[in-house]
């Protein structure tokens, strides 16, 4: 089952069943960089062009995965020169596409992708932000990123984090979320919240909410083996 929230005009989504039969099911959150021009258009755009494209494409495949990324980003660079009111807009990215048998997670900025089953709780993905070393661990987060879809007046190639998760037997559960949620709600209690069961994805963009999160705030939950 999958829930999804967000798309930058908080559209939503009724709870699905995963079709796996067919192939692969990539979910995505593309989220517009904050400081710069027109970040939900290079969130919109970057989220149409995966999904034109996510058939074709084998996520395991690195150099693939690279290319469609670099592809999306020359596209937003593009725009930008046919429109300079668009200079430096840019977007992260964030994707998993689940099969029968694994999950591959795929990032490039600061978007998170989470898996819980019975071994734990944990960050897939990797942070492209500036770390601050005297800080500890759980807090080396800055607002600055190290690389994103567009974001520059000149265009350099991004280098996708690609992770595969091989699905166990039995109950287990994704989440992929903007920095809106992971900036303002723990892990613990994300994770928490899951192992209870009955949280969805407006759960999650609520408590975000609550816990005064201002920034742009998606989150997508996909789950196996847990009541809705």
């Given at each position: 089952?999958?829930?999804?929230i967000?798309?930058?005009?908080?559209?939503s989504?009724a709870r699905?069943?995963?079709?796996l039969?067919?192939g692969p099911?990539?979910?995505?959150?593309?989220?517009g960089l904050?400081?710069h021009?027109?970040g939900e258009v290079?969130?919109?755009?970057s989220?149409?062009?995966?999904k034109?494209r996510?058939?074709?494409?084998?996520?395991?495949?690195?150099?693939?995965?690279s290319?469609l990324?670099?592809?999306?980003s020359?596209?937003?660079h593009?725009r930008?020169?046919?429109?300079p009111?668009?200079?430096?807009m840019?977007?992260?990215?964030?994707?998993?596409?689940i099969?029968?048998?694994s999950?591959?997670?795929?990032?490039?900025?600061d978007?998170?992708?989470?898996?819980?089953?019975?071994?734990?709780f944990?960050?897939?993905?990797?942070d492209?932000?500036?770390?601050?070393?005297?800080?500890?661990?759980?807090s080396r987060?800055?607002?600055?990123?190290?690389q994103?879809?567009?974001?520059?007046?000149?265009?350099?190639r991004?280098?996708?984090h690609?992770?595969?998760v091989?699905?166990?037997?039995?109950?287990w559960?994704i989440?992929?979320?903007?920095?809106?949620?992971s900036d303002?709600?723990?892990?613990?209690k994300?994770?928490?919240a899951?192992?209870?069961?009955?949280?969805?994805?407006?759960?999650?963009?609520n408590?975000?909410?609550?816990a005064?999160?201002?920034?742009?705030i998606?989150?997508?939950i996909?789950?196996?083996g847990?009541a809705?």
């Amino acid at each position: 089952m999958v829930d999804r929230i967000g798309g930058g005009d908080f559209e939503s989504w009724a709870r699905d069943d995963l079709d796996l039969a067919s192939g692969p099911v990539p979910l995505a959150i593309a989220d517009g960089l904050g400081g710069h021009r027109a970040g939900e258009v290079a969130s919109h755009f970057s989220l149409r062009e995966l999904k034109a494209r996510a058939a074709e494409i084998d996520f395991e495949d690195g150099r693939a995965v690279s290319e469609l990324l670099n592809d999306i980003s020359r596209g937003l660079h593009e725009r930008m020169r046919e429109d300079p009111a668009l200079l430096g807009m840019g977007s992260t990215i964030v994707v998993a596409s689940i099969t029968s048998r694994s999950v591959i997670f795929v990032n490039v900025g600061d978007s998170r992708g989470y898996f819980c089953d019975a071994s734990g709780f944990r960050q897939i993905t990797h942070d492209d932000v500036l770390q601050r070393p005297t800080m500890p661990t759980q807090s080396r987060r800055s607002g600055a990123i190290t690389q994103a879809l567009g974001g520059a007046a000149t265009r350099t190639r991004v280098v996708p984090h690609i992770h595969r998760v091989d699905l166990p037997i039995g109950q287990w559960s994704i989440v992929l979320c903007s920095d809106g949620i992971s900036d303002f709600i723990p892990e613990e209690k994300i994770e928490s919240a899951l192992r209870d069961g009955s949280i969805d994805a407006r759960d999650l963009i609520n408590k975000a909410l609550e816990a005064g999160g201002q920034d742009n705030i998606s989150a997508i939950i996909a789950r196996f083996g847990l009541a809705p």
